[in-house]
């Protein structure tokens, strides 16, 4: 082999390296759970019952891992039967998405009994995230 291939292999090898490791970077926080309670935030009308909890998420037709939330959410709404979900068409209420810069599909909000927006997850959540979330809300 000449030096001039070695070369090339050697920097597409590190280039594909690279591109691996920003990628993981990039994504390691789908799906993931996290707290975001802020008291003064405000609220977009998002048809959220009053004095229960609820999972909000946004979604649209043309998202295929939606359709993977609605299922998460629906199998958790139904173990717990006090929360409620709420399903948010980002086409049909863009100004919601905004308020609360939702820059992805799937994004899932968890809102208190109160109204008050206290976890948020990108991607796909698992439901025992979800769960694990809502159960100091129901205490």
Not at 54 to 59: Q, R
Not at 75 to 83: G, Q, S
Not at 102 to 107: R, Y
Not at 120 to 134: C, E, H, I, T
Request: hydrophobic share 50%; glycine share 6%.
């Amino acid at each position: 082999m000449s030096v001039t291939l070695l070369l090339v292999v050697a920097v597409l090898i590190v280039a594909l390296t690279v591109s691996v490791v920003v990628g993981r970077v990039l994504t390691r926080r789908d799906g993931v759970v996290r707290s975001t309670w802020d008291a003064s935030a405000a609220v977009p009308d998002l048809g959220l019952p009053a004095g229960k909890p609820a999972i909000v998420h946004f979604s649209a037709q043309w998202c295929g891992p939606c359709a993977g939330v609605r299922r998460v959410v629906d199998d958790v709404c139904a173990e717990l039967p006090e929360v409620a979900h709420v399903e948010v068409d980002m086409d049909a209420n863009p100004a919601a998405a905004r308020e609360l810069s939702v820059l992805s599909l799937p994004t899932t909000f968890i809102f208190d009994a109160d109204g008050r927006q206290r976890y948020r997850s990108s991607g796909v959540p698992k439901a025992a995230d979800l769960r694990s979330a809502l159960e100091p809300l129901l205490a």
